[in-house]
């Protein structure tokens, strides 16, 4: 076995460091300008552990459970320092109030009932949300987020919410073995990105793309990808 993945969880880091610096390079991109969130979704708090060691500090879980179980063992502040949580999964409405006390950004904003939910429950907590509003690009009806042209119109419709900051655009590309397939699709999510900051609204501000994930993150980084999310190739494979 050649190709065998490095055996730790800091080896398998340092490799997809190196893999995320050499595609900024490749789109002449400053690697401070991409986040890597590493996707500890069904590995336990102390696989999060052992990452924070290793030096990361961004991690995305799907599930609100899980989201809350681990953030609330502070694995970063245990170990000297602070990390951010990334909710990055679909959100029911009656657990918006776990996500504003837990989550440092929302990936999945899908509604306009959903962002009712959340601004109300943050105004509660005295909290503001950051959030990125998900895009089926793909065109897959099994998926959630609104469809392209549905975007601008949720946009406007969120300048009476005063306790959610939308940063961006958030998209799950369609699967596939071969990266170069889904280009297409980061490519329609950053030009939705750049069309919709032309439209001036002062309440938004589109400059986060979350695109890309262990078998495509390298493409979504030249496309222009801010923040990548990354789970099996770093946790190892999901049973
Ligand atoms: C699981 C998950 C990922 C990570 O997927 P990998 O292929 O394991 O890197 C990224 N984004 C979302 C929304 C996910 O649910």
């Given at each position: 076995?050649?190709n065998a993945p490095p055996h730790t969880l800091a080896?398998?880091?340092?490799?997809?460091?190196?893999?995320?610096?050499?595609?900024?390079?490749?789109?002449?991109?400053?690697?401070?300008?991409?986040?890597?969130?590493?996707?500890?979704?069904?590995?336990?708090?102390?696989?999060?552990?052992?990452?924070?060691?290793?030096?990361?500090?961004?991690?995305?879980?799907?599930?609100?459970?899980?989201?809350?179980?681990?953030?609330?063992?502070?694995?970063?502040?245990?170990?000297?320092?602070?990390?951010?949580?990334?909710?990055?999964?679909?959100?029911?409405?009656?657990?918006?109030?776990?996500?504003?006390?837990?989550?440092?950004?929302?990936?999945?904003?899908?509604?306009?009932?959903?962002?009712?939910?959340l601004d109300k429950r943050a105004a509660q907590q005295?909290?503001?949300?950051?959030?990125?509003?998900?895009?089926?690009?793909?065109?897959?009806?099994?998926?959630?987020?609104?469809?392209?042209?549905?975007?601008?119109?949720?946009?406007?419709?969120?300048?009476?919410?005063?306790?959610?900051?939308?940063?961006?655009?958030?998209?799950?590309?369609?699967?596939?073995?071969?990266?170069?397939?889904?280009?297409?699709?980061?490519?329609?999510?950053?030009?939705?990105?750049?069309?919709?900051?032309?439209?001036?609204?002062?309440?938004?501000?589109?400059?986060?793309?979350?695109?890309?994930?262990?078998?495509?993150?390298?493409?979504?980084?030249?496309?222009?990808?801010?923040?990548?999310?990354?789970?099996?190739?770093?946790?190892?494979?999901?049973?």
């Open positions: 076995m050649i080896d398998r880091l340092e490799q997809l460091q190196e893999r995320i610096t050499r595609a900024c390079q490749r789109a002449g991109r400053d690697r401070k300008e991409v986040t890597l969130v590493g996707v500890s979704k069904t590995f336990p708090a102390e696989a999060v552990s052992e990452a924070f060691e290793a030096g990361l500090r961004d991690f995305g879980e799907n599930k609100v459970q899980e989201l809350v179980a681990k953030a609330s063992l502070r694995p970063g502040e245990r170990n000297g320092g602070h990390c951010r949580w990334h909710m990055i999964g679909h959100l029911q409405r009656n657990k918006a109030k776990e996500v504003i006390a837990h989550a440092d950004l929302f990936h999945a904003l899908d509604s306009l009932r959903l962002a009712k939910e005295g909290r503001m949300l950051p959030c990125l509003v998900q895009v089926n690009v793909s065109n897959e009806d099994t998926k959630f987020g609104l469809l392209p042209r549905q975007v601008g119109g949720l946009l406007d419709q969120l300048a009476p919410f005063k306790n959610l900051k939308v940063l961006g655009l958030m998209t799950l590309a369609s699967p596939s073995d071969n990266p170069e397939r889904v280009r297409p699709e980061f490519q329609q999510l950053r030009r939705l990105l750049e069309d919709e900051d032309k439209q001036g609204r002062s309440h938004v501000f589109l400059r986060h793309l979350s695109m890309g994930m262990s078998g495509d993150f390298e493409v979504a980084i030249e496309e222009g990808a801010t923040l990548i999310r990354v789970g099996s190739l770093l946790f190892g494979a999901r049973s």
